[in-house]
């Protein structure tokens, strides 16, 4: 029944390359300015949730993520109007800046765990929150900063195409490229020593320290790898919508992503990436009721929480739990094995 | 600084202490039997400060009347989320987070839904001011002040005087033991939820004259608490207390002497480096 592993591999990478080729010619295909929108933020999104998962999975209840998108778009933002910095060095240094944040916020911080670490974390990003919302210069205060310049337009030699800033294009390959950089490391980091280390941390940090690991190095690392990624797409963020003021980054914002993630499923990759596609889609076509759309919103986070523990992804394997259990209690012969 | 505005300052930080204090015991409690978060308690206090704005501003009902009526169907949805959402869930710690965060998301919503963008006021309830060292205060402070003090003190009482008091502490203490000596899991559950919802929404009830009611004043409310509660040690009861005093006055005395707008950045700040320096805070226990 099931294929041998190799080929199943060999399958699932082939759909893969396919999806990424797909994914690589949308803007050539279709030229709505509006689905390419909805796209390059679907992408950025599945950056913050991969992260932001990633994080989750090492054990700690991460409660500020969002501190790290804002310091990406708000590093960028400032470092684009005030320095002229290229959007390209703009966004590599948001994501330094974000790694230096994580390592000073983690390294007291991770030392603590499950809701102390919560409330630190919430209250470093709402401690961020007031200094963009009340330092005037750089950041703009209330209003926050807008008019972030687009970069010149620029003929590519050989090809004979001119990137032009004003359109979706360059965005779009900017935000593709950033999100399967990111997926990539992620995915290398998950499925190997370290993947494996994160677990041991998650499951018992105790045991996992008696057999020699550094368990606080680990922790910091995963942190500062995911506080880096998320900011460097902060950073793209900013520099696409052009405005970033201190209300964009409340704590909704994680509040959506921690949705994202669960409705995929928690324990999957693809977990995150499943759930942001679909409520974010989701979103947008509901985008002429706001408030239905908190609700549906709202309700499907605590439809997922009771009858999908593992998300979308952890679907069939709990509907074959549930068969199984159909099945015992129908067949006696079973029922005595279990009972036995 | 005169003793007139001291005394208004002061009398302002106790109003607020009782706020927070309020809704930081009902986290108490949930955060004590769950160990977890409870977020739906903002929400609670903003549907019970919409209850007195229908029953008591619109429709004329007695204060007290419409107080009670208030909080008791307000405890009745606690049971229901209870049963039906919780109960299922107990045990892993980020669902139980996440669900608190999408079920106070929903009757946030669902609060914009049913009462509208438009702030409300409701009219004080024991209108008239009295002198006290110069300063000029309203009865409907001092009413709230002795409110919350007499809630603060029942429950004192309940938990330590109470058979039902003694098994919650019991529980919380160790469940295996509390089962082995027939204490339910499902009543310290129950009860832990009517209380807590109960003081939530006691805090909405008594402080619907204060304030300007909104569907969104819910979130920023227990954001607060449990800034408080985390400041004062998780599950620790007089910690809360302490805490809830501690930050009542530094939000008052911020707001007069250096803008509120600075002092909410300075707060979270200071709490912050706190809790990295001694996450139990000020009074909690090390479990």
């Known amino acids: 029944m099931a294929k041998p592993l190799a080929r199943r591999t060999t399958i699932r990478a082939a759909a893969v390359a396919a999806l990424i080729c797909f994914l690589a010619i949308i803007p050539l295909l279709f030229h709505s300015r509006y689905h390419l929108h909805v796209l390059i933020v679907v992408f950025l999104n599945v950056v913050w949730a991969s992260t932001y998962r990633l994080v989750l999975r090492t054990g700690q209840l991460h409660f500020g993520h969002h501190a790290f998108i804002a310091l990406g778009a708000y590093t960028s933002a400032v470092l684009m109007l005030e320095f002229g910095v290229p959007i390209l060095v703009s966004i590599l240094l948001a994501g330094f800046a974000g790694l230096v944040f994580a390592i000073l916020l983690g390294y007291p911080s991770l030392r603590v765990k499950a809701v102390y670490f919560a409330i630190i974390t919430w209250g470093a990003a709402e401690v961020l929150r007031f200094v963009f919302m009340r330092v005037d210069h750089p950041f703009g205060g209330t209003t926050g900063l807008s008019g972030i310049p687009r970069p010149n337009d620029f003929a590519i030699p050989l090809l004979g195409i001119t990137v032009d800033w004003q359109s979706k294009g360059p965005f779009y390959a900017l935000a593709l490229t950033l999100m399967l950089g990111a997926l990539l490391a992620l995915y ?7 993947g494996l280390i994160f677990n041991a941390i998650r499951e018992r940090d105790f045991l996992a320290q008696s057999v ?3 368990i606080m190095r680990y922790k910091v690392f995963a942190f500062a790898v995911c506080g880096s990624l998320a900011s460097m797409a902060g950073a793209l963020y900013a520099n696409y919508v052009t405005v970033v003021t201190p209300f964009d980054f409340s704590v909704t914002l994680l509040i959506l992503l921690g949705s994202y993630i669960l409705v995929g499923g928690m324990t999957q990759f693809a977990g995150p990436i499943l759930g942001t596609c679909l409520m974010i889609i989701s979103s ?57 | 600084m005169s003793s007139t505005v001291l005394t208004q300052m002061l009398v302002n930080s106790a109003v607020l202490a009782v706020t927070y204090a309020l809704l930081a015991l009902g986290l108490t409690m949930f955060f004590s039997v769950m160990n977890v978060m409870f977020f739906p308690a903002g929400s609670m206090y903003m549907i019970a400060a919409f209850g007195i704005y229908y029953l008591f501003a619109q429709y004329g009902m007695d204060y007290y009347m419409a107080g009670v009526i208030t909080i008791i169907a307000l405890a009745g949805l606690a049971l229901m989320i209870e049963r039906g959402l919780y109960r299922p869930c107990l045990g892993d710690t980020l669902r139980v987070f996440f669900l608190g965060v999408g079920v106070n998301w929903f009757l946030e919503s669902a609060g914009y839904q049913l009462f509208g963008l438009r702030t409300r006021g409701v009219p004080s309830v024991f209108p008239g001011t009295f002198t006290l060292l110069g300063a000029t205060l309203a009865w409907q402070r001092l009413v709230v002040i002795c409110i919350g003090l007499t809630a603060v003190v029942s429950l004192y009482l309940f ?14 203490e160790s469940p295996e033991a509390a089962a082995l000596q027939g204490i339910r899991k499902n009543t310290v559950l129950r009860m832990t939820f009517v209380l807590g919802v109960s003081l939530a929404a006691l805090a909405g009830v008594v402080l619907a004259p204060l304030v300007q009611l909104s569907p969104d004043m819910g979130s920023p409310a227990v954001f607060k ?14 910690g809360s207390l302490l805490a809830a005093f501690i930050l009542a006055t530094l939000d008052s005395f911020g707001s007069s002497l250096i803008g509120p707008q600075f002092t909410w950045g300075i707060v979270y700040f200071l709490v912050v480096v706190f809790l990295t320096i001694r996450p139990r805070g000020l009074m909690g226990v090390v479990r």
């Open chain 1, 188 to 194: 290398r980091l998950e499925y190997s020593r370290f």
């Open chain 1, 212 to 214: 020699g690991i550094n």
């Open chain 1, 284 to 340: 947008e076509l509901l985008s002429g009721y706001p408030f239905f759309k908190m609700m549906l919103y709202s309700g499907l986070i605590i439809a997922a929480m009771l009858f999908l523990p593992n998300g979308l992804l952890g679907l069939p394997k709990s509907i074959s739990v549930a068969v199984g259990r159909v099945r015992s209690r129908a067949s006696p012969a079973l029922r005595g094995e279990r009972d036995a």
């Open chain 2, 159 to 172: 938990l330590t005087r109470t058979r039902f008091g003694l098994g919650m502490r019991c529980y919380v």
């Open chain 2, 225 to 238: 608490a449990f800034l408080v509660v985390g400041l004062g040690g998780l599950g620790s009861i007089p």
